[in-house]
């Protein structure tokens, strides 16, 4: 059963950085693409950034290039986001997911974890 | 960049066919791939490469897309339906994976 746990939220003041990790299980994990999104309370999806099975590509959203790095251990089944210089508009709650594709890059996202929530507030 | 708009809600008697539309320029020409998220949980994948079913989902969930909108049809609507639904593509000019606004289904 593929399984994808997060953790590493919390309350974390303007200008402040959190490391986030999740802990793959369930499937060949250095065979996915893998993906952070994430969702502001009441609000919709938005897409973060993803990372190659090697790690040797990644992408991010404008909003977050420059303040934010995506990494994964493959030998720790593991993916993290380091967010560098959060501001409150970063308060959300943050998905794993696992990317899938017909080939290249990552076209949806088919297992997801439950999410670890990030507030940014003073 | 690309823009997917969906409606805010969309409300539907139990039994009936619900559908939901992702509006996006010449949509026709991507893949889109559907979300189902209940409150207080994760997104479910429900449909992607616009017509194709995970395992797990019931045939009741089927999707289309042309021109410039894609749709998601739920038929023999039942009360656990009852969630938001967003829309989402791979946009290749600026390599960003994008998410409609999510529409709220009611079952009435």
């Known amino acids: 059963e593929v399984q994808l746990v997060e953790s590493g939220g919390g309350l974390v003041q303007p200008g402040g950085s959190l490391r986030l990790s999740c802990a793959a299980s369930?499937?060949?994990?250095?065979?996915?693409?893998m993906s952070w999104v994430r969702q502001a309370p009441g609000k919709g999806l938005e897409w973060v950034a993803n990372?190659?099975?090697?790690?040797?590509?990644?992408y991010y959203v404008d909003s977050v290039k420059g303040r934010f790095t995506i990494s994964r251990d493959n030998a720790k089944n593991s993916l993290y986001l380091q967010m560098n210089s959060l501001r409150a508009e970063d308060t959300a709650v943050y998905y794993c997911?696992?990317?899938?594709?017909?080939?290249?890059?990552?076209?949806?996202?088919?297992?997801w974890g439950q999410g670890t929530l990030v507030t940014v507030s003073s | 960049s690309y823009v997917l708009t969906q409606p805010p809600s969309v409300s539907v008697a139990p039994g009936k066919t619900a559908r939901i539309t992702c509006g996006g320029n010449?949509?026709?020409?991507?893949?889109v791939h559907w979300y189902q998220q209940k409150p207080g949980q994760a997104p479910v994948l429900v449909i992607y490469?616009?017509?194709d079913r995970p395992s797990g989902i019931p045939e009741r969930f089927s999707g289309s897309n042309s021109g410039n909108t894609a749709t998601l049809t739920i038929s023999r609507v039942e009360a656990g339906d009852e969630a938001d639904y967003y829309c989402q593509v791979w946009d290749s000019s600026s390599d960003l994976r994008v998410f409609g606004g999510g529409t709220k289904l009611t079952v009435l």
């Open positions: 490469y616009d017509s």
């Open positions: 369930g499937f060949t994990f250095s065979s996915y693409w």
């Open positions: 997911a696992r990317d899938r594709t017909r080939g290249g890059n990552s076209d949806y996202f088919d297992y």
């Open positions: 990372i190659k099975q090697d790690g040797s590509e990644k």
């Open positions: 010449n949509i026709g020409s991507k893949s």
